[in-house]
């Protein structure tokens, strides 16, 4: 098992290709990720499949990301946008 202190900021997320998933394994990562404790989307709760439709549109515009957490053992969805800036601060040497 890998702990915290063996893993260097930027290979903490191992981004996972949405094309390389079986139809069936990008439907069960996202649902996984959508029905977790803390997930919210909006005032009103959405149905499972909604919320499915619109993570599935949001990988495949590349406006999110699987990827693997090395730290929390298991995928998460995050945003394109929040990788590069997490990858961006990690990269640059420290002041």
């Not at 990562?29 to 909604?50: F, H, K, M, Q, W």
């Not at 999110?64 to 730290?71: N, P, Q, Y």
Request: hydrophobic content about 40%; overall charge negative.
């Amino acid at each position: 098992m890998t702990t915290q202190d063996q893993i260097i900021p930027e290979e903490r997320f191992l981004e996972i290709p949405w094309e390389r998933l079986t139809a069936e394994a990008m439907r069960a990562v996202i649902e996984e990720y959508v029905t977790r404790e803390g997930t919210d989307y909006s005032a009103n709760e959405l149905p499972l499949e909604e919320k499915v439709r619109i993570v599935h549109k949001q990988i495949v515009s590349g406006r999110a990301v699987i990827v693997f957490d090395m730290i929390d053992q298991r995928c998460a969805i995050i945003s394109a946008d929040a990788l590069r800036q997490f990858r961006r601060q990690n990269l640059l040497p420290e002041r």
